[in-house]
Nanobody, 126 residues
Framework: QVQLVESGGGLVQAGGSLTLSCTAS????????MGWFRQAPGKEREFVGR????????TYADSVKGRFTISKDNAKNTVYLQMNSLKPEDTAIYYC???????????????????WGQGTQVTVSS
């Protein structure tokens, strides 16, 4: 089991940027596909994006495509979510998640990730 800790959330104005980080411990980071999800109040948790274990493959939700970028630094056991052109509807708690796999496939369902961080709040003001 891997432990995940997110950081970097906060309050930002619409149009601004934030970078979230998720650092893993307790596992072999290079064997994990990492996902980012978010959950707004009163809504279900939704997929934001994922990156393959090698960092060579990414998938994004249509709602964030072109604005968000996921990257992975295997040397630092950290995955990043760079968020640009933020909108009020991006306001949510953001979670990172891990799934041990060497297959580069678009894993987008929350149920397919075993390990989760505690989440970090992102609030975008209009």
């Amino acid at each position: 089991q891997v432990q995940l800790v997110e950081s970097g959330g906060g309050l930002v104005q619409a149009g601004g940027s934030l970078t979230l980080s998720c650092t893993a411990s307790g596992g072999t980071f290079t064997s994990f596909t990492m996902g980012w999800f978010r959950q707004a109040p009163g809504k279900e948790r939704e997929f934001v994006g994922r990156i393959s274990n090698s960092g060579g493959g990414t998938t994004y939700a249509d709602s964030v495509k072109g604005r968000f970028t996921i990257s992975k630094d295997n040397a630092k056991n950290t995955v990043y979510l760079q968020m640009n052109s933020l909108k009020p509807e991006d306001t949510a708690i953001y979670y990172c998640a891990a799934r041990r796999t060497f297959i580069n496939s678009p894993i987008v369902a929350a149920r397919d990730y075993r390990d989760w961080g505690q989440g970090t709040q992102v609030t975008v003001s209009s």
